[in-house]
């Protein structure tokens, strides 16, 4: 870099007029980059992704990382696809006592090759529920996976791996034990993603299993 300046205050770096090298050879320009001091977690812009193919077109992701909190965090992730149109990628992640989850949504208002809205929604979140009239309080998992169309599995294959199987689980359980019992209440519902031409005969539906 041309000039580095570090703020310890801050625990904030930054730099202009840099320039990735490897071996000597230059590989990317950066007029001016911002970077963290320690070990500490810096919201702002990522590397941007930059795909091709005979579908989507040229695709450019630019992700920005929110930390939110040391706790709770966020990436928003705009991608422009030049064939088919914007998607809107949000990831939210939180880490309590007693829960922990993960929450995506993909949004793309008008997609121009089937020219419809398209969304996919994958969240994940566990939970441990204290109780008097358990041993050790009681467990709850929640797993969601929603797509807004059938052929979301194939047009979006880098978008989220959770929502690319052609069989999405909506599952939520509740485990807990109370002396020489074990209990489990569970409701699963399935979303099939059927093709004209290889249909799929889904699993029974549990509402509920007990």
């Known amino acids: 870099a041309s000039s580095i300046s570090l703020d310890n205050e801050e625990n904030v770096g930054t ?6 090298s490897f071996k000597g050879v230059p590989i990317l320009p950066v007029p001016y980059l911002s970077f963290p001091l320690s070990e500490q977690r810096k919201s702002g812009v990522m590397p941007p992704t930059l795909r091709l193919d ?3 077109g040229t695709e450019v992701a630019v992700p920005y990382y929110w930390n939110i909190a040391p706790n709770r965090d966020a990436t928003l992730t705009p991608t422009v696809m030049t064939k088919r149109g914007v998607n809107l990628g949000t990831e939210f992640r939180y880490l309590e006592p007693s829960y922990v989850g993960l929450a995506r949504l993909d949004w793309m208002p008008s997609d121009s ?3 419809v809205n398209r969304w996919g ?10 109780s008097a009239w358990t041993n050790s309080g009681a467990a709850l998992n ?7 169309d059938d052929n979301y599995w194939r047009d979006f294959t880098r978008t ?3 929502l690319t199987q052609r069989l ?12 020489a019992w074990a209990n489990r209440i569970r409701t699963l519902k399935w979303q099939p993603l059927q093709d004209v ?13 007990i």
């Not at 730099?15 to 990735?20: H, N, R, S, T």
């Not at 929640?142 to 807004?148: H, K």
């Not at 999405?168 to 002396?179: C, F, M, Q, R, S």
């Open 15 to 20: 730099a202009q007029g840099a320039v990735l």
């Open 54 to 56: 005979n579908v989507n």
């Open 113 to 115: 090759l089937r020219d």
């Open 121 to 130: 929604l994958n969240v994940n979140h566990q939970a441990r529920i204290q």
């Open 142 to 148: 929640l797993s969601l996976n929603r797509v807004s």
């Open 160 to 162: 989220n791996g959770s």
């Open 168 to 179: 999405l689980a909506n599952d939520a359980t509740l485990t807990w034990g109370n002396g």
């Open 197 to 209: 031409d290889a249909p799929i005969v889904p699993p029974y539906d549990r509402l509920p299993q």
